[in-house]
């Protein structure tokens, strides 16, 4: 049986989560099931009486250029050793993908453990990131404050932080007070900590957001700041995974160049998606210089495509990732359409 946990069952699946990731101290996972529980959806697969497949679709509000999107990020994957290798997760994400189109959900977002497990769902990497530190100027010349839970710290912090990720991303998750609030709660619950850095001046001004796990400050959750304070100590490496769900909400972002020679354009795209059916087809994509819009093609209407991608590869070129390959007579066609620029998703639970 495949189904939602209602409020009050949340707490069924806990036996499972302490089961399959072992690694996460009882405070963590207290933290979690108090605070990150009470505004998710639990997916779950039964057998008999008790749950052996899970995943938890956590929600943010995510900025996407200069629009506000509703976006799950999945997490809690997992299944009872006893259980694996009889589809129950195919199913679980089978259902998952159903009910966020139905909700008109552009994509959704994780971060994984292995992304082998992924890629048959079509999931691939949209989001890089460096390992980043502060340098020396930002060692000597910052002040370190202990993060307050109150709320014109929280405010602040969101506003210095969403400055920041605006001069550079188009895509990220929303900061706000609540934001902030439970960050401070999720590192603090695995004796981290979230700390604010000020200059050293007059105006002392807010120079950088650091929140981290573990008293030595050994794993980096999170630090945001001036460029002036930070050096990347290590090259990006590819972090977060994504995919398209509903496809024609996400076109609608899309858009062709400034510099693209026509201000209009149309083009025939056959999609393949094998798991959520409106996707799969072939698709008049008319495309300007404010959005873009799909219109599916009637099964009847012999027309050939101009370019057939996979939702992976759309999902990986859209997001600004990745290239499609497409043949070389189409080149220009695809060179004309500007994908977003710019993901940040720091994100784990």
């Known amino acids: 049986m495949i189904r939602y946990l209602k409020q009050e ?3 069924e699946s806990r036996a499972l ?6 690694e996460d101290s009882q405070s963590f996972i207290e933290y979690y099931y108090s605070d990150r529980v009470r505004k998710n959806k639990i997916l779950t697969a039964w057998k008999e009486d008790h749950v052996v497949a899970m995943l938890h679709r956590n929600p943010y509000e995510v900025v996407v250029k200069d629009r506000l999107w509703k976006a799950d990020y999945i997490a809690g994957v997992a299944t009872d050793p006893d259980y694996r290798h009889q589809g129950l997760m195919r199913r679980l994400l089978s259902r998952c993908f159903s009910d966020m189109y139905m909700e008109r959900m552009g994509f959704c977002f994780l971060v994984p453990a292995d992304p082998a497990i992924y890629f048959p769902f079509d999931f691939t990497y949209i989001c890089d990131l460096p390992e980043a530190d502060l340098n020396e100027k930002g060692r000597m010349h910052l002040s370190r404050r202990a993060f307050v839970e109150r709320s014109d710290e929280c405010r602040e912090a969101a506003r210095f932080v969403g400055k920041q990720l605006e001069k550079r991303y188009e895509v990220y998750t929303l900061r706000d007070e609540e934001y902030y609030q439970n960050l401070s709660r999720e590192v603090r619950s695995d004796r981290g900590d979230l700390i604010l850095l000020f200059t050293r001046d007059e ?5 950088g957001v650091w929140a981290y796990y573990g008293e030595t400050a050994a794993n980096q959750r999170e630090l945001i700041c001036l ?5 990347e100590t290590g090259p990006l490496k590819p972090a977060v995974m994504g995919r398209i769900i509903h496809l024609e909400q ?7 160049k400034e510099e693209c020679p026509v201000s209009e354009m149309e083009l025939l795209i056959e999609v393949k998606d094998d798991f959520i059916r409106p996707n799969d087809g072939v698709f008049r994509w008319r495309l300007g210089q404010e959005g873009s819009s799909l219109v599916p093609v009637r099964a009847g209407e012999k027309i050939r495509p101009h370019l057939s991608l996979g939702i992976s590869e759309m999902t990986s070129w859209l997001f600004g990732y990745g290239i499609p390959t ?8 695809v060179e004309r359409i500007r994908p977003l620029k710019g993901v940040f998703f720091d994100e784990i639970t």
């Open 326 to 333: 497409v043949p070389e007579d189409r080149r220009s066609m």
């Open 250 to 256: 996400f076109v609608s972002v899309i858009r062709l």
């Open 203 to 207: 105006r002392e001004r807010l120079a």
């Open 227 to 231: 460029p002036d304070f930070v050096k």
């Open 9 to 11: 069952e949340k707490g």
């Open 17 to 22: 989560w302490e089961k399959v990731f072992a």
